[in-house]
């Protein structure tokens, strides 16, 4: 293809893009990966006060149903398989407190289009099965799993029969129009049978995020799988029935399994709830220090950073890992952590997103400019690809120093393994970043002004200006300007000062200010 062909083609695809989000209304866009400041166990429909905010742009699914209605013919009805009970959830009693593991399961499974050319995602099969429904939510399910299929196979129908195929576990974010969210965890394996076959997935979607847990949970699928597809049910049937655990406690499921009678599973969900859905051990193990240094810089100056990495687990890890840097503030535009191949126009938007992109569309991505384009493959020549160029200087040097000493402190649990690894990396390293926003805004609190009859109002000039480090000030004076720090003080000004106390952040400052006044007293 000539490179004037290339280019026009691009040129097309950015027009097209612009025209898709100048039409479509924000609102309406109900299919997004957004990373949520506090998702352990939100019921969908249930606002914290942050869900109207957590409202954005993100894959346009209503223009990619449109635009693939003449395209690809509407997947056949689920098939209901041999063997599999259908539950009815309408039949099911419902527990007090409403709040279930997951709402449902379904299997995505590749299917031969009609000229047998290529595959398409379908569902296959789906745990409890709703057969009574209003129409309205019965096209707002099909909307849902139609996504579900989208994002359980991003490559799109470039697939063939495989004998090998290591399984991979992955998670994604439905965003609904009223900002409710939903988490999508996918692990994707090869099917039991004889031969070349194309992999399949189990997808559960859940309002809950807590990506160990689900993964634990899809061991257990996987075990019974190998044995009948039948066991799987009754198991996630148990599931359903539990509550799920407050932060810290353990719940007990038990579980038949032929010829090893009952097990008890024991799923345990962390102690950091804020924590439990990110995994920082794969972020350090593709970057070194100095590089998510400068990943975070980006990412909290708002810049456009899309992530390259094969494997889809990496990118979802690594994409949630960034996100969670940035506590107690909340990435507010797009976030995609695994972009659809026939979504990849995404790329083209001029305003702030996290992407992740599979490796094999390396060369679509790589003609963007102002941005940050970080390779998170294992066998890769350099890490950044693209820079804007100034990520080594955006935040203050000494606290820059400061977040690198800390982060040192992994090395003290390189001897420790499995969960508790994970939990201690995430401590360190939450702790490390969480400092950096308390020695920068950490004084925000003094320079909210309230009055009885009237909303309380933030001084942000007053606030910048009493810092007394020049860099530092030079960093807040932009920080302050990001969507993130402007949705956190519409919060404060809509709380009681007494409501400030609460929550890590703030023991965090009321710590740091008591260690800084004992220094004081001491000189």
């Given at each position: 293809m000539s490179e004037t062909v290339t280019r026009r083609r691009k040129a097309l695809g950015l027009k097209t893009f612009k025209q898709r989000w100048s039409e479509q209304p924000k609102e309406t866009f109900d299919t997004s990966d957004v990373p949520g400041k506090h998702t352990g166990a939100t019921p969908p429909g249930e606002d914290d006060g942050r869900q109207g905010?957590?409202?954005?742009?993100?894959?346009?699914?209503?223009?990619?149903?449109?635009?693939?209605?003449?395209?690809?013919?509407?997947?056949?009805?689920?098939e209901t398989g041999q063997n599999l009970p259908v539950v009815d959830v309408s039949m099911q009693p419902r527990r007090?407190?409403?709040?279930y593991f997951f709402e449902y399961l379904v299997v995505v499974s590749l299917k031969k289009n009609n000229d047998g050319s290529s595959y398409e995602p379908?569902?296959?099969?789906?745990?409890?099965?709703?057969?009574?429904?209003a129409k309205s939510q019965k096209e707002e399910e099909e909307k849902t799993l139609k996504a579900i299929s989208l994002f359980c196979f991003p490559e799109g129908i470039n697939w063939a029969p495989l004998t090998e195929y290591h399984s991979e576990t992955f998670s994604f974010v439905l965003t609904d129009i009223d900002g409710s969210r939903r988490n999508g965890y996918c692990r994707r394996l090869l099917p039991r049978g004889k031969g070349a076959r194309p992999p399949e997935a189990y997808c559960i979607i859940s309002s809950l995020a807590c990506f160990g847990l689900f993964s634990k949970i899809f061991d257990e699928v996987e075990k019974r799988r190998q044995i009948s597809m039948a066991l799987i049910y009754p198991f996630m049937q148990k599931l359903r029935e539990a509550s799920f655990p407050?932060?810290?406690?353990?719940v007990e499921i038990k579980s038949f399994i032929p010829e090893s009678g009952t097990e008890i599973i024991y799923l345990t969900r962390p102690l950091d709830s804020w924590l439990e859905h990110v995994n920082f051990c794969t972020l350090f193990d593709c970057l070194?220090?100095?590089?998510?240094?400068?990943?975070?810089?980006?990412?909290v100056l708002e810049r456009r950073i899309i992530f390259i990495a094969e494997e889809l687990g990496t990118l979802s890890q690594v994409l949630h890992a960034v996100a969670a840097l940035l506590y107690p503030f909340t990435w507010q535009h797009t976030f995609i952590s695994i972009v659809p191949e026939i979504l990849i126009d995404v790329v083209m938007a001029p305003t702030p997103y996290l992407l992740g992109v599979q490796k094999r569309l390396l060369d679509v991505v790589t003609d963007q400019s102002d941005l940050l384009?970080?390779?998170?493959?294992?066998?890769?020549?350099?890490?950044?690809?693209?820079?804007i160029g100034d990520e080594d200087s955006v935040l203050p040097p000494k606290l820059q120093a400061e977040i690198l000493n800390a982060l040192s402190q992994r090395k003290k649990v390189?001897?420790?393994?499995?969960?508790?690894?994970v939990e201690e990396v995430n401590r360190v390293v939450s702790?490390?970043?969480?400092?950096?926003?308390?020695?920068?805004?950490?004084?925000?609190?003094?320079?909210?002004?309230?009055?009885?009859?009237?909303?309380?109002?933030?001084?942000?000039?007053?606030?910048?200006?009493?810092?007394?480090?020049?860099?530092?000030?030079?960093f807040v004076k932009k920080f302050i300007q990001t969507q993130m720090f402007d949705l956190f003080i519409q919060e404060v000004e809509q709380q009681q000062p007494s409501g400030l106390q609460q929550g890590i952040f703030h023991r965090k400052i009321a710590e740091y200010q008591k260690n800084k006044n004992e220094k004081t007293k001491k000189h």
């Open positions: 905010a957590l409202k954005r742009f993100s894959v346009m699914w209503p223009a990619f149903l449109k635009s693939r209605k003449d395209k690809v013919k509407d997947p056949e009805p689920a007090v407190s409403g709040q379908q569902i296959t099969y789906q745990f409890p099965k709703r057969d009574v429904m407050a932060p810290g406690q353990t070194t220090d100095e590089e998510v240094m400068q990943v975070f810089a980006a990412a384009l970080v390779d998170l493959s294992k066998d890769k020549e350099k890490t950044f690809l693209v820079t390189s001897n420790v393994e499995g969960v508790k690894k702790e490390a970043f969480l400092h950096f926003f308390v020695r920068t805004v950490g004084h925000y609190a003094s320079y909210v002004k309230y009055a009885k009859e009237s909303p309380a109002v933030f001084d942000k000039r007053r606030f910048y200006k009493a810092i007394e480090s020049k860099t530092t000030r030079h």
